[in-house]
């Protein structure tokens, strides 16, 4: 079979830098194995499905412990949401149904059950429940596989690995070995899916939508993955190894180099300084803040603590998360931003309803300021949190004056309740995400208002260039480096500048080093960037 590939290239999309070459680890979807057998006695067959199902609950109950200590209680979420999911009793009976009505095995009523709800809610117009496709297939292969004892891949003895597969869900890289795992190479996904997200925070190369036949590939076989050049090599000759090995040791001296940056300042050869700080998801990924150096966290997303559940988190759940970090990170500075739901981040128990464009619909701070008591927990356990450390607030999607002072009023509400309860607070430093081109155009009398500014260079950039961001079609024509994107980012640290307020930007713009020169030129004071992307944007900075 390796003769068969011996030296071809497969070109994906890549989704991080980065060369590495191992032994392959192929994870295949059990429906892909599952046969179709005529049995006699349904009833057993029912029997064996209740059994795995109480295998398969134990194994989720085992993944939410691991997930928690890992990636925190809102990234864990995911298996609470399948241990229902797998019990709901209408998916239950469907497949019972299959078992009594055609006298088949359990394995393939499983799979075909799992298949009509897939596309059952793939096919609904919510968001949030066509996410749910995904979701019920993961189940019914967990359930096939405790049914057939294959039990899953077996992470337990797993050596460094490649690990290609079609697309890989969250339960099965949570199960990984962190440390093993050497690069991803999947048929699709997204750049914004669970491993893209991953592989970005370990710092390891990354491909998706690679057009390779899993069938033909074996566990084992030699893969070269270079995210750089956004191609696999799968069984290389002797040359492309030679050359690989010696890719391989550049990189790691770069990273050598890289390493030695740390505890040095963003300082160019001139005497100008960039503050250079690091995005983060949720509170276990402070560790990799401070692992690669970052002077703080310049954006927390906190929807993470409202996804993944069936309720609002509780003033107390927030008020702990914020505390942990902020403490954590001791006198370096933390910016959180206030819940940034809607648009591609859903969560059913709001009750946004289906909108025809959501990324221009009822999302951020215009929920919090139509549902204010929602807001006024969030900014409770967010001014409670102050208290422990060196904490900053930024509101997104701002487009009006009118909004900054609503959102100061419903702050001072905040502040009398905890005043009058006697519970310990402090009003922080409060910003303001500049993610509109209305917000770009007044942003000379926002400045007056807040305390600085965070241009968001993700949703700026699309709503500048009236381009959807996640529409892999319009690819070709959604640039970043636009010349008008450039020169709102001047106008607006321009406007800041003359109230004597500062300027971060925290999209992804911020890590792309081609820019950094520019910024520095410009005068932006902060950059926040991806944690691995701290020691190369400073590096940057340095080489000026």
């Known amino acids: 079979m390796a003769e068969e590939f011996s030296g071809k290239k497969f070109l994906g999309k890549t989704v991080y830098n980065g060369i590495t070459m191992g032994k392959v680890m192929v994870l295949r979807g059990s429906q892909e194995q599952v046969r179709r057998t005529k049995i006699e006695d349904a009833e057993r067959e029912i029997v064996r499905v209740k059994n795995a199902v109480g295998s398969t609950q134990e194994q989720l109950g085992a993944l939410y412990d691991k ?3 890992e990636v925190g209680e809102s990234g864990a979420a995911i298996f609470e949401v399948h241990q229902m999911m797998l019990v709901d009793d209408d998916y239950l009976d469907a497949i019972y149904h299959v078992i009594r009505t055609e006298m088949v095995n359990a394995e393939y ?4 059950t799992g298949d009509n709800f897939a596309d059952m809610f793939a096919g609904m117009d919510d968001e949030y429940m066509q996410a749910r496709a995904a979701d019920v297939k993961d189940i019914s292969t967990r359930l096939i596989r405790n049914l057939s004892g294959q039990g899953g891949a077996d992470f337990s003895t797993m050596e460094p690995s490649v690990i290609v597969a079609d697309d890989l869900s969250p339960s099965e890289t949570v199960q990984m070995d962190k440390t093993k795992i050497l690069a991803f190479v999947t048929v699709h996904g997204s750049t914004n899916s669970h491993t893209a997200i991953l592989a ?6 990354a491909l998706i939508g690679v057009p390779v036949d899993l069938n033909k590939i074996q566990t084992g076989m030699t893969a070269i993955v270079d995210g750089a050049a956004g191609e696999v090599i799968f069984a290389p000759t002797e040359l492309q190894c030679n050359e690989a090995e010696e890719k391989i040791r550049n990189e790691k001296e770069k990273l050598r180099l890289l390493r030695e940056l740390k505890g040095k300042k963003n300082e160019t050869s001139d005497g100008r300084t960039i503050d250079i700080y690091a995005n983060i998801g949720s509170v276990s990924d402070v560790g990799y803040v401070l692992e690669n ?8 997303r906190s929807e993470f603590l409202y996804l993944g559940r069936d309720d609002f988190p509780t003033e107390e759940e927030q008020f702990q998360a914020y505390k942990q970090v902020v403490q954590t990170m001791g006198k370096k500075k933390v910016i959180i931003r206030t819940l940034d739901i809607g648009a591609d981040k859903q969560a059913d128990y709001f009750a946004l309803g289906k909108e025809d464009n959501p990324a221009m619909g009822y999302r951020a701070i215009r ?3 139509k549902q204010p008591d929602i807001f006024k927990t969030q900014l409770r356990a967010l001014l409670r949190a102050a208290a422990y450390g060196n904490l900053s607030i930024m509101y997104p999607m701002i487009i009006s004056v009118e909004e900054v002072k609503q959102i100061q009023a419903i702050v001072a509400e905040a502040e009398q309740e905890l005043k009058a309860q006697e519970i310990p607070y402090r009003i922080p430093e409060q910003g303001i995400m500049i993610e509109t081109p209305a917000a770009v155009m007044i942003s000379d009398e926002l400045a007056e208002l807040a305390d600085f500014f965070s241009i968001g260079t993700n949703d700026l950039t699309q709503y500048t260039l009236a381009i959807d961001r996640q529409n892999q079609r319009l690819e070709a024509f959604y640039n970043p480096h636009h010349k008008a994107i450039l020169r709102m980012i001047q106008m ?3 406007n800041a500048h003359k109230c004597g307020k500062w300027v971060g930007i925290c999209g992804e713009l911020g890590a792309d080093t081609a820019l950094t020169e520019t910024f520095v030129n410009m005068g932006v004071d902060e950059l926040s960037v991806a944690p691995p992307m701290v020691l190369k944007v400073r590096g940057k900075v340095r080489a000026m």
């Open 67 to 69: 997930a928690v200590k």
């Open 492 to 494: 607006v640290v321009d």
């Open 109 to 112: 009523a499983v799979a075909i």
């Open 200 to 205: 970005r925070m370990m710092n390891i190369p």
């Open 293 to 300: 150096d970052a002077g703080g966290i310049g954006l927390f």
């Open 367 to 369: 929920i919090c300021l």
